[in-house]
């Protein structure tokens, strides 16, 4: 079983619709969960960061994080055409200090 | 957020040529420090980890003395391919965290190298 799991997609989104993307992991111990953005070609961009069960909002991003479950999740409200990238899940163990990366979900929004 | 700048953005190099990527955290002091190479449409892979003042911890599999790593300041990291070969080529990036971010990592730009 690898470490963090995200479905690889490609998932497609008509624009103005909700963008959902998930996530689990492995290790129980994983106490921060980040996502990260990436555009083609270019480095991971944080977009949100969470620690506690339950939701936080940023904008047009809400990461849900139930560690009952060891599932993290991101959804965009509103998507645009610009919020077409991978999606990048990472989930960081305080045990061996790494930041554990998923596969990535490719996004793509459609205007 | 915080700004992690990688150098150079690309590079192309010969075969067997030895090539050296910087990564410097420019408003903070980065206590540990992190290389990673992606293929194309491939996720990241850890390569090192390195802590200012120490030697860099490997993962599996990765040489330590095709990929030299110095972590010689609190806001530099450097990164040097040694006796680069065609397979080398992907993309490395660095990033970099300490208390002064919450220990959230931040990323750099990125550095495509080209072996030929």
């Known amino acids: 079983q690898k470490e963090v799991e995200q479905n690889s997609g490609p998932l497609s989104v008509p624009e103005g619709a909700i963008a959902s993307l998930n996530c689990t992991y492995s290790d129980r111990g994983s106490q921060s969960f980040f996502w990260y953005r990436q555009y083609s070609g270019k480095s991971p961009e944080l977009i949100m960061s969470i620690y506690s069960n339950g939701d936080k909002e940023d904008g047009r991003f809400t990461a849900q994080l139930n560690k009952a479950s060891q599932y993290v999740s991101l959804l965009i409200r509103d998507s645009q055409p610009s919020d077409s990238a991978t999606y990048l899940c990472a989930v960081w163990n305080f045990g061996n200090e790494k930041l554990t990366f998923g596969t990535g979900t490719r996004l793509t929004i459609i205007p | 957020g915080a700004v992690v700048s990688q150098h150079p953005s690309r590079v192309i190099c010969k075969s067997g040529t030895s090539v050296k990527i910087e990564c410097r955290s420019l408003d903070f002091q980065a206590t540990t420090m992190f290389w990673y190479r992606q293929f194309p449409k491939k996720s990241l892979m850890l390569m090192a980890t390195s802590n200012e003042g120490s030697k860099a911890t490997y993962e599996q599999g990765v040489e330590k003395d095709k990929f030299l790593i110095n972590h010689a300041s609190l806001t530099l990291s450097t990164l040097t391919v040694t006796s680069a070969h065609p397979e080398d080529s992907s993309f490395y990036i660095c990033?970099?965290?300490?208390?002064?971010?919450?220990?959230?990592?931040?990323f750099g730009e990125g550095s495509w190298l080209t072996v030929v």
């Open positions: 990033s970099a965290s300490s208390t002064a971010t919450g220990n959230t990592i931040y």
